[in-house]
T-cell receptor, first 116, second 115 residues
């Protein structure tokens, strides 16, 4: 079936190191991808998005890479800080797909823990 | 901009009662709102998609008579859990977007505990 999954359920890094969180998706027709950060007991917070006509997009301390050939998405966080500790979800949004228009398909999530 | 609020942030109720959760887009008009539920250490599960002025579209397996959704204005959607039971205890999260293809912005969630 169709799925958006994550390779690693947990990731521990030391403060100041770079973090890379990976995500695989199975539908080659996916158009749009979003990374969300969710802290404990809170709703998901938008981090960065990328459309399928791009392979890289940068934000503040974050970079998203999209490899459509292998259907892989990654989120890179530079100089990771304790405040980055959270669960990170990738989500897939299939634009222009009729009844699924706007529907987000979420991955399992990766728990990022940053050690001082 | 793009702030979404939910009320209440948590609620405890007795089994058999109904609970209403509000979702508001504070600084933008949301044509589309989505309702999710999330169990501990799990991902978000979409329950329904709501377009302003239309009936909600429910995901397979979600009982529309149990989870009543109203989206009467461009800034407010409500989810009513009717005759709640302990298995309905969960974290309910809404999201809102300007259009159904725009970025979804999430509310802070509502923790429902049914005794």
């Amino acid at each position: 079936g169709e799925s958006v999954g994550l390779h690693l359920p947990t990731l521990s890094v030391q403060e100041g190191d770079n973090s890379i969180i990976n995500c695989a998706y199975s539908n080659s027709a996916s158009d749009y991808f979003i990374w969300y950060k969710q802290e404990s007991g809170k709703g998901p917070q938008f981090i960065i998005d990328i459309r399928s006509n791009m392979d890289k997009r940068q934000g503040q301390r974050v970079t998203v890479l999209l490899n459509k050939t292998v259907k892989h998405l990654s989120l890179q966080i530079a100089a990771t800080q304790p405040g980055d500790s959270a669960v990170y979800f990738c989500a897939e949004n299939r634009l222009g797909r009729g009844s699924t228009l706007g529907r987000l398909y979420f991955g399992r999530g990766t728990q990022l823990t940053v050690w001082p | 901009g793009a702030v979404v609020s939910q009320h209440p942030s948590w609620v405890i109720c007795k089994s058999g009662t109904s609970v209403k959760i509000e979702c508001r887009s504070l600084d933008f008009q949301a044509t589309t709102m989505f309702w999710y539920r999330q169990f501990p250490k799990q991902s978000l599960m979409l329950m329904a998609t709501s377009n302003e002025g239309s009936k909600a579209t429910y995901e397979q397996g979600v009982e529309k008579d149990k989870f009543l959704i109203n989206h009467a204005s461009l800034t407010l959607s409500t989810l009513t859990v009717t005759s709640a039971h302990p298995e309905d205890s969960s974290f309910y999260i809404c999201s809102a977007s300007r259009t159904n293809t725009d970025t979804q912005y999430f509310g802070p969630g509502t923790r429902l505990t049914v005794l």
